[in-house]
Nanobody, 120 residues
Framework: VQLQASGGGLVHAGGSLRLSCAAA????????MGWYRHAPGESRELVAV????????NYADSVKGRFSISRDNSKNTVYLQMNALEPEDTAIYSC??????????????WGQGTQVTVSS
């Protein structure tokens, strides 16, 4: 199983970016999917979670009202729409997915990080 993230970049404050993370491989079922971010000198922060389909999404307080997580189960893909970006959102964003496979049971897989830089 592999996760491929994309969509990071450089944007001015107030701008928007959309991150994508697609899971591929021998996937039987995807449970939760979400995004973390890690800024220099800061602890890793859970940004948004899309739990098992049908459950409520969760957001860090710092991004509520600005970020939106969504999921396309037909594509095994999770998205993070980021609006009204602030310089404080600058970080490496990493996606994860809790995936069940017959061979390995439930495991957490990680995508490569994607850099988001917001200039003031």
């Amino acid at each position: 199983v592999q996760l491929q993230a994309s969509g990071g970049g450089l944007v001015h404050a107030g701008g928007s970016l959309r991150l994508s993370c697609a899971a591929a491989g021998s996937i039987f079922r995807i449970n939760s999917m979400g995004w973390y971010r890690h800024a220099p000198g800061e602890s890793r922060e859970l940004v948004a979670v899309f739990p098992t389909t049908g459950d409520r999404t969760n957001y860090a307080d710092s991004v509520k009202g600005r970020f939106s997580i969504s999921r396309d189960n037909s594509k095994n893909t999770v998205y993070l729409q980021m609006n009204a970006l602030e310089p404080e959102d600058t970080a490496i964003y990493s996606c994860y997915a809790n995936i069940w496979t017959p061979a390995g049971g439930s495991q957490v897989y990680w995508g490569q990080g994607t850099q988001v830089t917001v200039s003031s």
